[in-house]
C-alpha cells in the first residue's frame, strides 16, 4: 500500500482552479485509507467546497485503484468531459495515469512518501526504505515534514 500526506492546503488548491472548469478525481484504495484524504467522499465534499467557493465542477470520480489504467481508462469520458483541470486525490502514479487516460492538466494536492501497511487498529504505518526499520505510524512522518494526513476539507 502506498503512503500518502497532503502537502496542500484548500486555499492553494482554490487558486489554482479559479475560474477552471474543474473535475475532482478520487482513489478509493491508498489514499482512502491514508486517514480519508482520497476517496469519493473526500472528493464529494472537495467539490462541495470548490463549488461555494464559485468554482464550476464538472465532475466527481473516483476508481478502486488509480494506479491501473484498466480502472482509469473507463472513466475517461466521465471524468475528463467539459474539465479544464483535474484534482487528483490519489498516490503520485494515479497523477501519472489520470494524467495520461483524461489528457487534462492534472493538480496533485498529496505526495507519496512510500509504502506500508494498516496495523491492527487500522493506523497507517510507514516502512523505512531498508524494510527493516521501526515502522512508523504514518501522521508522525508527514508532521514531521511539515505535511497533513487529513483531507483537504
Same mark, same amino acid.
Given at each position: 500500500?502506498? #503512503?500518502?500526506?497532503?502537502?496542500?492546503?484548500? /486555499? /492553494?488548491? $482554490? /487558486? +489554482?482552479?479559479?475560474?477552471?472548469?474543474?473535475?475532482?478525481? +478520487? &482513489?478509493?484504495? &491508498?489514499?482512502? =485509507? &491514508?486517514?480519508?484524504?482520497?476517496?469519493?467522499?473526500?472528493?464529494?465534499? $472537495?467539490?462541495?467546497? *470548490?463549488?461555494?467557493?464559485?468554482?464550476?465542477?464538472? %465532475?466527481?470520480?473516483?476508481? %478502486? @485503484? @488509480?494506479? *491501473? #489504467?484498466?480502472?482509469? #481508462?473507463?472513466?475517461? /469520458?466521465?471524468? %475528463?468531459?467539459?474539465?479544464?483541470?483535474?484534482?487528483? *486525490?490519489? &498516490? !503520485?502514479?494515479?497523477?501519472?495515469?489520470?494524467?495520461?487516460?483524461?489528457?487534462?492538466?492534472?493538480? @496533485?494536492?498529496?505526495?507519496? $512518501?512510500?509504502?506500508?501497511? *494498516?496495523?491492527? !487498529?487500522?493506523?497507517?504505518?510507514?516502512? %523505512?526504505?531498508?524494510?527493516?526499520?521501526?515502522?512508523?505510524? =504514518?501522521?508522525?512522518?508527514?508532521?514531521?515534514?511539515? #505535511? @497533513?494526513?487529513?483531507? =483537504?476539507?
Amino acid at each position: 500500500m502506498m #503512503m500518502i500526506a497532503r502537502s496542500t492546503e484548500y /486555499d /492553494d488548491i $482554490l /487558486d +489554482a482552479v479559479r475560474g477552471r472548469k474543474v473535475a475532482v478525481w +478520487a &482513489c478509493n484504495t &491508498c489514499a482512502k =485509507l &491514508c486517514n480519508g484524504i482520497g476517496g469519493q467522499d473526500a472528493a464529494g465534499r $472537495l467539490a462541495g467546497r *470548490l463549488e461555494d467557493d464559485g468554482v464550476e465542477v464538472t %465532475s466527481v470520480s473516483s476508481t %478502486s @485503484a @488509480a494506479c *491501473l #489504467m484498466q480502472k482509469v #481508462m473507463p472513466k475517461a /469520458d466521465e471524468v %475528463s468531459g467539459n474539465a479544464d483541470v483535474i484534482i487528483s *486525490l490519489t &498516490c !503520485d502514479i494515479g497523477v501519472v495515469c489520470a494524467a495520461r487516460a483524461f489528457e487534462k492538466d492534472v493538480l @496533485a494536492p498529496f505526495i507519496t $512518501l512510500g509504502f506500508g501497511y *494498516l496495523d491492527g !487498529d487500522g493506523v497507517p504505518m510507514m516502512i %523505512s526504505g531498508d524494510g527493516v526499520s521501526s515502522p512508523m505510524p =504514518l501522521e508522525d512522518l508527514a508532521k514531521e515534514k511539515g #505535511m @497533513a494526513v487529513r483531507p =483537504l476539507v
